[in-house]
């Protein structure tokens, strides 16, 4: 088992979710993916450490009171410098919603949309810095943007982060995946008519399970909800659940990793 100690930026390092009932949430994800989990104080409202095997592999914390945005886990960046980000994503069609700032020791943050208003973070590390294991069961496995116009948002994460954008051959839908070098840092996806009109431009984590079947029915029993049944696809099979409390997420049971390590 791996430890990853810093991730390539450019290439997502980092997940988190904000959510009504943290405590809840902790045994629905603690339950579903082995996670153990180190509780931040009250001031940083709760961020809570993820950890598989002792590796960090991603965050949790309650949604403040009073807020209205749904729960949704968030896709971070690995960042050098987030000043200088902020200016590229402003330059080419996005905003930034909040940062860059602060975050104590561990490093510095932004939140941002796309050129076509997909919500995505920054991370510029210090001394957390990321993910510590991924593609194992119970750790992120992949990241795709689902937005209503995919040459748009493939051009702008280009531009930002310096990623190639390649067409997959895939027939029945329009999707390029986006390369940093060697590695592949996730994927862009156009929603067609089939998406409901309501659903806005998102980004989708995937988790690894060993057994997808086994993971819905885990779901389901602890109150989540399957959305998209499983299915089989060339890379491995997979299904889109919620949390209790309207999260979305993959679960994906690999057969074949894409190449994300980092280094």
């Not at 980000?85 to 932004?110: C, H, K, T, W, Y």
Request: aromatic residues 10%.
């Amino acid at each position: 088992m791996s430890t990853i100690e810093r991730h390539t930026p450019g290439t997502v390092s980092w997940v988190d979710l904000m959510t009504p009932d943290l405590e809840g949430a902790l045994k629905f994800y603690g339950s579903i993916f082995g996670w153990t989990f180190e509780v931040g104080p009250p001031e940083l409202h709760h961020y809570t450490t993820c950890s598989l095997g002792g590796r960090r592999v991603a965050g949790l914390s309650k949604r403040p009171e009073g807020t209205a945005f749904p729960p949704v886990w968030s896709v971070y960046f690995d960042g050098e410098s987030a000043e200088q980000l902020a200016e590229s994503i402003r330059a080419n069609g996005g905003q930034i919603v909040m940062g860059p700032m602060d975050v104590m020791d561990f490093g510095r943050m932004l939140v941002a949309s796309d050129a076509t208003g997909a919500f995505f973070g920054v991370w510029e590390p210090k001394n957390h810095t990321g993910a510590q294991v991924i593609h194992e069961p119970g750790s992120m496995l992949w990241h795709e943007v689902n937005t209503r116009d995919h040459r748009k948002a493939a051009d702008f994460y280009g531009r930002v982060f310096g990623l190639e954008g390649r067409k997959l051959d895939a027939p029945g839908i329009d999707y390029v995946t986006l390369h940093k070098g060697d590695k592949t840092a996730g994927g862009v996806l156009q929603m067609n008519e089939q998406w409901p009109a309501e659903i806005p431009p998102h980004w989708m984590t995937y988790f690894a399970v060993a057994d997808v079947d086994a993971s819905i029915a885990q779901v389901e029993e602890l109150g989540g909800k399957m959305h998209v049944p499983p299915f089989d696809t060339p890379f491995g099979r997979q299904s889109v659940v919620t949390d209790p409390w309207g999260a979305a997420f993959t679960l994906m049971t690999p057969s074949k990793l894409p190449d994300q390590s980092s280094g």
